[in-house]
Nanobody, 122 residues
Framework: QVQLVESGGGLVEAGGSLTLSCVASTRPLSSHAMVWFRQAPGKEREFVAGIRWGYGTTYYSDSVKGRFTISRSKAENTVYLQMNNLKSDDAGLYFC???????????????WGQGTQVTVSS
């Protein structure tokens, strides 16, 4: 059983930056992936970014490419999401998830954190 704990959410002005963190209770295997999804009120949970734990290969949704950066610290079992130039559309509850391989599909992930709220003021 893997537990994931997110932190770093908050209120930020449009154009500002935030860095989210997600700590895993156990060290992911090299074949595993960790991802970020987000969910705005009344909308479905959507893929934001992902990283393969072993090689660090990264993936982004088109809506955040060039503004967000996902990274991981193997020593700290932590994945980060650096978010720059935030827009009102970026607001929502951000979830960290872990899976046995990379996928942008929500149902492929069994382990989820509780989420951290990101609010963007215009």
């Amino acid at each position: 059983q893997v537990q994931l704990v997110e932190s770093g959410g908050g209120l930020v002005e449009a154009g500002g930056s935030l860095t989210l963190s997600c700590v895993a209770s156990t060290r992911p295997l090299s074949s595993h992936a960790m991802v970020w999804f987000r969910q705005a009120p009344g909308k479905e949970r959507e893929f934001v970014a992902g990283i393969r734990w072993g090689y660090g290969t990264t993936y982004y949704s088109d809506s955040v490419k060039g503004r967000f950066t996902i990274s991981r610290s193997k020593a700290e079992n932590t994945v980060y999401l650096q978010m720059n130039n935030l827009k009102s559309d970026d607001a929502g509850l951000y979830f960290c998830a872990a899976g046995s391989g990379y996928s942008a599909t929500l149902t492929d992930y069994f382990y989820w954190g509780q989420g951290t709220q990101v609010t963007v003021s215009s």
